[in-house]
């Protein structure tokens, strides 16, 4: 694996220590960590801070009956929460997203493929499937846009991304990324509206592809 | 046990009971001294009393459960539980599960390390201290952004939060990481 490079920025990830990033960036940034050392050990500094104000915050007393309560309850049986671990190219949180089950692909045209995790109104979180040497389908994204490299690699005017990168657009990059000739180049693609695939599909097309 | 318990902090020896132990006792005292910490801090975020404690008994249950989970060579009991309250806070609260990093497990059998145990806990030491030095307001701010109430385009927007170069003092548990990471990917 060659060193990854593109890293998530330090005020997106205390947002995600906290909590406050929406859903859809929040897979993209658990899939880079899990990945990424750095991060990592980034996304646990901002943990101890965490910890600090939580053991200097002021206390406020608990109910009488609570930790009776609550011991009584250690020995009850605990639902078995499902662990999803990494499978192949695809890091834990990414097959969580996929409930343990490989990718649904759907064909875009052009060998450009989709297999949407999940997506609402608040945006959305899917893994794109894009040949060697072909364009990422020309889009705009209303505002941030995070793509995490899995498999094969990209470029864009920004750079080169290869697996573990992560880039981070705001919605002033107007950006080509292109997948690099050999592999293709797999990646989870998160944004807070639905991309705009502007060339490839034409726009009275897009909610047919949900696009 | 071979680290001297006597200079490593009551909360993570306590910790460590619960974990490789299910000592009831030591898990009683977590409790007392994280469960009213725990209630403050949500509350800070507008939860009503009883529904921070439902939140708090959930966190606390948490504890107990995933106790094996815990590493004091990466973390300090405090970090570790400020996680799994924030997780469980939004779990229940917004009713969908949060997405997670594949969790590192420690060597089972290996050694526990005093030395790096006590670096992360000077480094959350000196972490504690520098927050203790902030402008009221400033804490405020810092508070607000830690307990998900500030978007993270308002987290990069505050210039004058110091929440940077207070960070960037914990350096050791980066330097510990990397180390361990690299023994098990190479
Ligand atoms: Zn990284």
């Known amino acids: ?211 | 046990m071979s680290h001297n318990k006597s200079e490593i902090s009551e909360q993570t020896v306590l910790m460590i009971a619960v974990r490789d132990n299910q000592d009831r006792e030591a898990f009683g005292a977590l409790f007392d001294h994280f469960a009213p910490r725990l209630k403050g801090f949500i509350m800070r975020t507008g939860c009503s009393a009883p529904q921070a404690e439902e939140i708090v008994q959930d966190v606390m249950l948490t504890v107990w459960r995933k106790a094996s989970m815990f590493d004091p060579h990466r973390a300090q009991v405090s970090a570790w539980i400020y996680q799994i309250a924030r997780n469980r806070h939004i779990d229940i609260v917004r009713k969908e599960s949060r997405p997670v990093p594949e969790e590192l497990a420690e060597d089972p059998g290996a050694e526990p390390d005093a030395s790096q145990i006590l670096a992360v806990e000077q480094e959350a030491g000196k972490l504690k201290a520098a927050l203790s030095s902030l402008r009221p307001e400033q804490r405020d701010m810092i508070e607000k952004a830690y307990l998900g109430e500030l978007t993270h385009q308002e987290i990069s927007d505050q210039t004058g939060l110091p929440l940077g170069t207070i960070k960037s003092r914990i350096r050791l548990g980066l330097e510990r990481l990397r180390h361990e990471l690299k023994g098990l990917r190479e």
């Open chain 1, 1 to 211: 694996m060659t060193a990854i490079t593109h890293h998530i920025p330090d005020d997106i990830l205390a947002a995600y220590a906290a909590g406050s990033l929406p859903h859809h960036y929040a897979v993209a940034v658990a899939s880079h960590v899990s990945l990424c050392t750095q991060c990592r050990a980034s996304l646990e500094a901002h943990q101890t801070m965490g910890g600090a104000l939580l053991e200097t915050t002021e206390a406020v007393a608990v109910s009488g009956n609570m930790k009776a309560d609550l011991l009584a309850q250690l020995d009850a049986p605990a639902k078995p929460e499902p662990v999803y671990s990494r499978r192949g190219i695809y890091p834990g949180p990414v097959v969580a997203a996929l409930k343990g089950q490989g990718p649904a692909w759907k064909s875009l045209g052009m060998g450009v493929r989709q297999s949407i995790l999940s997506q609402d109104k608040h945006g959305s979180v899917r893994l794109l499937y894009i040949p060697g040497g072909q364009a990422v389908p020309d889009h705009g994204h209303n505002g941030l846009e995070m793509t995490l490299v899995l498999q094969g690699s990209f470029s864009d005017e920004t750079g080169r991304f290869g697996v573990g990168d992560i880039e981070i657009a705001n919605e002033d990059l107007e950006h080509t990324p292109i997948a690099d000739p050999g592999d293709p180049c797999i990646c989870l693609a998160a944004t807070d509206a639905p991309l705009r695939f502007n060339a490839l599909v034409p726009r009275l097309l897009q909610p047919l592809f949900r696009i």
